[in-house]
Structure formats: structure tokens, C-alpha cells
């Protein structure tokens, strides 16, 4: 063996996570309450988020300790390797050094079970029975089955009819955990009734399953919901991924000019950066750190930054984000985990401030970079994946243009074995560009209420 492509850290894991709240050189917005509009307390969270997860939403504390059942947990798949991608390197040419931290290793496939072990058991520790959530691709929701099957949770999912019908094995792996999984929208909740009377045929979306999702919880004192991106504490928990990374790096000795990951809701692009940018804010550091998205979907890229609701049926506070509207129905494009209307706060605002750039691509050239990828590296990439790889192609490309031996990391954040009609569709030459028209994103903009 010439080169060791997998570099693990000591078996210590981080104890604590690190906020990034506590570096910013401002204070982000607050959520507002959506009836009232005026900044969202404790009491309008506390109906559906146990108070633990609360103070870690608006917590100014710069580390966070991972609870010993968490570490527990975590242990099963935790550290996650991170990869050296010399097989890669070489096919491309590049000087450019590429590494990406595996977070398809968990049992679920993704980094989500990061944060659905440490919501499940703050839940469990309030005296919480049920969780609810909605899931899109079904990573989302298989991670919240498997870690309320650890904590002795029962878990409700409201699965997008669309995945219900084209990802029959997701629903298979969530129920194998104990989860109960309907198509959204169903019959059991008011917004799921409401567009069924509308459209019986609907094929449903994210924002109208989570408004399912937390009009269940809202409704039942022993339940409560989770989210699986967006919010603060999502993010917090996912920062486990950079800071074992920063550790892993350290081992040989290297550090990244580039961090780059795929961008839904943000979760995995801040879990691997903001341990980074925690260097830049305090040391100086000049790495660049870069979101990836779909231009069927291109929130940052095209999105407004400003208020807006996380559901169909405004349930949700409205959020500081860049945002499509959230009426926004994405095209049906593979990478399911991408097709969210808003982004996180926290990475709206730092995206905003220039602190991380954003970068948009169309399917064939992302599914053209998952094939090079498992033709050299081996292993197969969810679609979402998909475009962080793509751009850390393209980077790794442009370094070799100008012979620049940088250091690429990107984050892996979860494989593609429950994708396989998308390359199927792929390998087929059906896979073909789709970009959101611009007059919709400005129809759907336009229709937003002032918020003020
Ligand atoms: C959910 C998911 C994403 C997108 O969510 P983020 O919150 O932006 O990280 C990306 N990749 C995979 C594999 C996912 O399951």
C-alpha cells in the first residue's frame, strides 16, 4: 500500500459541539411568531420543541457538551473516515489535494442521524412519547426512525407522496425501525385535508408535509416535532462532522483553502464548516468556503434573503432567509434532499455577509461527477452528494489550470444505494437540466406579504 487513504482520528470523539452563534460579529434575526409577527419566545416553541433544544436555538455559548447517551449512540459509526481521494486526484491531474469526510457511513446512509440522535434524546429526557416529522427523500426520516428506536420513541412520518411511491425502500428501512409512514398529503391533519380537497391527485411536497407534521404535534400534548435542517440547534449538533475533521487533518498534517458541501436546509454545509470558520473569525484563516445547489432549486444562488414561513400553511415562525417562497414547488429533480424553498438562517446570513459563497448545477453535469466519483473512489453517491463532488471537481480543475497545490475538503454527506432509479434514469440518457424559470421565483417573491 503506497498512500493511506483513510485518515481516522484518535478514538476520541469531540465531547462538545461548537456554536457558531457565539462568533458572529452580530446577532442574527430572531424568528417571529407567524400570527403575531413580533420575535418568537420560548412559549411559542415550547408546543412542539422540548425546552433544551430551545436554549440551544438562541444560545450565545461557544461549546456545547454532547450528552454521554449521545457520544453513546454516535459510537456505532462515529468518527466517520475521511478519505484522501488520491484515485481521484490522479484521474483529474490536479496538484489540488482532495478530501472528503464519509458520512454515508452511518446506519441510516447520511450525516442526519447526527442530529436525530441528540433531538430524540432531549425529547425523551423532557418526558416527550411521540416525535413527528416530515422526510422528503427519506434520509431525514429513516435517521428520526432509527434514534427514536434507540430512546424508546414512537415516530410519525409524513413522507412526500411523490418519494412514498418512487422510494418504496426507504419507507421499508423506516418502518424495519419501528416508524409508522404516510404519503402526505393524507386525510389525517387539516392542511392535508385542505389539499386534498384541492387536489386529490397532489403529489405533495416538503413544505406541505411539514406543516402536517407539526399540526400533529401541535395538537397532542405528548408529542412533539423534529426537524431535520434549518434551525440553529440542527446545525449545532452537525458541527461534530468539521470538528473530526479538523482533528483528522491535523494527523496529516494538512488544512483545507476550500470547504465545500451540498445545501437544502444547510445542515451538512455548516456541520463541515463552521469549525472552520470559527478559525476564520479567530485566526484569520483565509479558506473559502463553498454551498452547492440544484438550479431547479437555487435558493442562495436566486433566492430573496428575507422573512418567510417554513411551511405551505404558515404554521411555522417566519425565518430570516434567503427563500424561492414557501409556496415554491420544486421540479422533480433526484436529489429530493435538495428541494426545500428556504435555507438556514445561519447560513442565509453568513452567505449574505459573504462568509460563504454559493454555487448552482444542473443535474447532468452532477450526475456526470457521481459517475467519475464511484469509477475512481468506488463509492456511490446520494444525488444530493452528487453536487458537492461536482464542484469540488470544478475546483479541483481550476487549480489545476492556474498549478495550484491547494486542499479541497468536502463532505460527503451520504451515499446513493436507495437512488439507484436516478442513475438507472441516468445511465439511460433521461436525466436531463431542469432550471426554475426566473419569473416564477419572482411571481413566487412577489407574492410574499411585507414583513416589517
Ligand atoms: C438531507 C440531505 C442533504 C441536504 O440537507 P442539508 O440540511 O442541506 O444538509 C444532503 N445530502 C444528503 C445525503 C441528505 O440526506
Known amino acids: 500500500m503506497k498512500e493511506r487513504k483513510i485518515i481516522l482520528a484518535e478514538k476520541e470523539m469531540p465531547k462538545q459541539w461548537y456554536n457558531i452563534q457565539a462568533d458572529l460579529p452580530y446577532p442574527i434575526q430572531p424568528p417571529l411568531n407567524p400570527v403575531t409577527r413580533q420575535p418568537a419566545g420560548p412559549d411559542d416553541l415550547s408546543a412542539i420543541f422540548p425546552m433544551a433544544l430551545i436554549e440551544q436555538e438562541v444560545s450565545s455559548e461557544r461549546w456545547i457538551d454532547i450528552p454521554e447517551e449521545v457520544l453513546d449512540i454516535y459510537s456505532l459509526w462515529r468518527p466517520s473516515p475521511l478519505y484522501r481521494a488520491y484515485s481521484l486526484e490522479k484521474a483529474l491531474g490536479t496538484p489540488a489535494h482532495i478530501y472528503y469526510k464519509h458520512e454515508g457511513v452511518s446506519p441510516p446512509g447520511s450525516h442526519k442521524p447526527n442530529t436525530a440522535v441528540a433531538q430524540a434524546y432531549y425529547n425523551k429526557k423532557a418526558g416527550i412519547k411521540r416525535l413527528s416529522t416530515e422526510t422528503g427523500a427519506g434520509q431525514w426520516g429513516s435517521a428520526l426512525a432509527l434514534a427514536c428506536n434507540y430512546f424508546g420513541l414512537e415516530c410519525t412520518v409524513y413522507m412526500v407522496k411523490v418519494s412514498y411511491q418512487q422510494k418504496p425502500y426507504r419507507r421499508s428501512l423506516m418502518e424495519t425501525w419501528g416508524a409508522n409512514v404516510f404519503a402526505s398529503p393524507t386525510d389525517l391533519t387539516e392542511s392535508g385535508r385542505a389539499m386534498l380537497a384541492r387536489d386529490p391527485d397532489s403529489i405533495g411536497s416538503l413544505g406541505l408535509a411539514i406543516s402536517e407534521a407539526v399540526e400533529d404535534a401541535a395538537g397532542r400534548p405528548d408529542t412533539n416535532y423534529a426537524l431535520g435542517s434549518v434551525l440553529n440547534h440542527v446545525l449545532l449538533h452537525q458541527t461534530i462532522i468539521g470538528l473530526e475533521c479538523k482533528e483528522q487533518l491535523k494527523l496529516v498534517n494538512d488544512y483545507p483553502d476550500f470547504v465545500i458541501a451540498c445545501c437544502g436546509g444547510g445542515s451538512n454545509l455548516a456541520g463541515i464548516s463552521f469549525p472552520f470558520l470559527h478559525d476564520k473569525f479567530n485566526d484569520d484563516k483565509s479558506l473559502r468556503v463553498i454551498a452547492v445547489e440544484p438550479k431547479a432549486c437555487p435558493t442562495l444562488t436566486k433566492g430573496t434573503f428575507t422573512y418567510d414561513y417554513g411551511d405551505v400553511a404558515k404554521h411555522t ?72 463532488i461536482k464542484a469540488a471537481i470544478d475546483v479541483a480543475l481550476e487549480c489545476k489550470e492556474a498549478g495550484a497545490e491547494k486542499t479541497i475538503l468536502f463532505n460527503f454527506s451520504g451515499h446513493g444505494h436507495f437512488d439507484l432509479t436516478a442513475y438507472d434514469d441516468y445511465l439511460a440518457g433521461k436525466i436531463k437540466d431542469v432550471e426554475y424559470p426566473q419569473e416564477l421565483i419572482d411571481e413566487s417573491i412577489a407574492s410574499l406579504e411585507k414583513i416589517s
Open 317 to 388: 415562525p417566519l425565518l430570516m432567509m434567503y427563500t424561492l417562497g414557501h409556496d415554491f414547488i420544486p421540479p422533480g429533480i433526484h436529489a429530493g434532499g435538495l428541494r426545500y424553498h428556504g435555507a438556514s438562517p445561519l447560513v442565509s446570513q453568513l452567505c449574505k455577509d459573504g462568509f460563504i459563497e454559493a454555487r448552482a448545477y444542473g443535474q447532468e453535469g452532477v450526475f456526470e461527477a457521481a459517475i467519475t466519483f464511484a469509477r475512481t473512489e468506488g463509492i456511490l453517491p446520494a444525488p444530493e452528494t452528487a453536487h458537492a
